[in-house]
């Protein structure tokens, strides 16, 4: 066998073997608002530049739901960007702290992929204005794939975590 041919065998083996470790990341991300009279009026959407929206959220009716979904162009990028919306009729602001910029209104839902040494981390953010209830709840489907649901609960409701996880 000549040392050209074995290159070859061995490129081709090693094709065949290798398990591929680069995925574009995507995010679906569903809000329900959980209210019994208010919309959560949609204000904006602000992404890095090497991500898209291809399915931008809208204004949630009470006892409705909006989805978003999050999609990288290239592989093992770092992406983070924010989505936000006002209750209507509150005049309660985001609390303690004013929303990171450029946020404007609560609630909010923010993510960060960090990717490190072929290694990506995910951190989301939801923040609601007062006390009114965030349920945040992931369900993985696939590798380089993520699938949140945030629920937004009135101030009253107590078990705002279990009712979203039950939906």
């Known amino acids: 066998m000549t ?3 074995f290159v070859l065998v061995l490129a081709v083996a090693f094709a065949f073997c290798a398990v591929p470790t680069e995925a ?3 995010a679906n991300v569903i809000v329900y608002n959980l209210l ?3 919309t959560l009026v949609f204000d904006k ?3 890095s530049p090497n991500i898209t929206l291809p399915v931008q959220p809208h204004s949630v009716a009470p006892q409705q739901v909006a989805r978003f979904f999050v999609d990288t162009q290239q592989v093992l990028e770092d992406v983070s960007g924010f989505c936000w919306w006002h209750i209507e009729g509150s005049s309660v602001k985001c609390d303690p702290d004013a ?3 450029p946020v404007t209104s609560c609630p909010w ?3 960060q992929r960090v990717v490190v040494a072929g290694q990506e981390s995910i951190d989301w953010e939801c923040e609601t204005p007062g006390h009114f209830g965030i349920g945040d709840v992931s369900i993985t489907k696939r590798l380089g794939h ?3 649901q945030y629920c937004i609960c009135e101030p009253s409701e107590p078990n705002c975590q279990k009712t979203c996880a039950e939906i």
């Open 24 to 26: 574009r990341f995507t």
């Open 109 to 111: 839902i923010g993510w």
């Open 36 to 38: 019994n009279s208010s």
């Open 99 to 101: 929303p990171p910029k």
């Open 3 to 5: 040392a050209a041919r």
């Open 45 to 47: 959407c602000v992404a």
């Open 146 to 148: 993520e699938s949140k």
